[in-house]
């Protein structure tokens, strides 16, 4: 089944306490995002990835990491996160530019930062 | 800068009754594509529709169907005879030639409440 996989789905930690969040995709794309949801502002670029080796600032960097070692994998890295990070958070891929092409999500991981 | 605007925030309706999501964008680009995505309660976003700036030809699918007008800039989506499966959180998206990457710039949403 195609599908992009995300993990841990619900997160609970305290601020300055570095996190990963995990993102796989199976369909052999070579776009991948993050994206972070808020109420009333939609869904934001963190970073996105148009290969291996190849990250892109999107929207709103500031307190994320991200790397793309294999083609499958997409982690997001908060080194010291903060409370202003609680937030819904979505990764994503497409065939090409997330922008021209249908993007498939994960399931989301609701990240809470105390 | 490109942006959209969704200014329904929510709508409810009873089952059965069409609804219409309106999506109003801006952008100085000629060569330019609009989403529309769908979030139901589980969470997982899903895509419903692209459309590219060349092609104003409107969409059916099923009870689904788009009205993409590009004098008024509006790229607008109905449910006609609406059950309670459409209940979610659909959002519109935009990206045009200018921004880097054609990156996406989403709406903020509006939420569908379809009552039995």
């Known amino acids: 089944e195609a599908q992009v996989t995300q993990n841990p789905r619900y997160l609970i930690t305290v601020t300055g306490k570095k996190l990963t969040v995990t993102c796989s995709q199976n369909?052999?794309?070579?776009?991948m995002s993050w994206y972070r949801q808020d109420p009333g502002l939609g869904l934001r670029q963190i970073y996105y990835?148009?290969?291996?080796?190849?990250?892109d600032k999107g929207d709103v960097p500031e307190g994320y990491k991200v790397s793309r070692k294999e083609k499958r994998n997409f982690p997001l890295i908060l080194e010291s996160p903060s409370p202003n990070q609680t937030s819904l958070y979505f990764c994503?891929?497409?065939?090409?530019?997330?922008?021209?092409?249908?993007?498939?999500f994960g399931p989301g991981t609701r990240l809470t930062v105390l | 800068a490109q942006k959209v605007t969704q200014a329904q925030t929510e709508i409810s309706v009873v089952e059965k009754e069409d609804v219409t999501l309106d999506c109003v964008y801006e952008?100085?680009?000629?060569?330019?594509?609009l989403f529309w995505y769908k979030q139901p309660p589980s969470g997982e976003l899903v895509f419903l529709i692209r459309?590219?700036?060349?092609?104003?030809q409107n969409e059916i699918s099923g009870r689904y169907s788009w009205n993409f007008q590009k004098s008024t800039s509006s790229f607008n989506f109905t449910i006609t005879a609406s059950q309670v499966v459409d209940s979610a959180v659909y959002f519109c998206?935009?990206?045009?030639?200018?921004?880097?990457?054609?990156?996406?710039?989403f709406g903020a949403g509006t939420t569908v409440t379809v009552r039995a």
């Open positions: 952008t100085r680009d000629t060569t330019y594509y």
């Open positions: 369909m052999n794309h070579e776009y």
């Open positions: 998206a935009l990206s045009d030639k200018r921004s880097n990457d054609y990156k996406l710039s």
């Open positions: 459309r590219n700036s060349f092609d104003e």
């Open positions: 994503a891929s497409s065939l090409g530019l997330a922008g021209v092409n249908e993007q498939f």
């Open positions: 990835s148009m290969n291996v080796e190849v990250t």
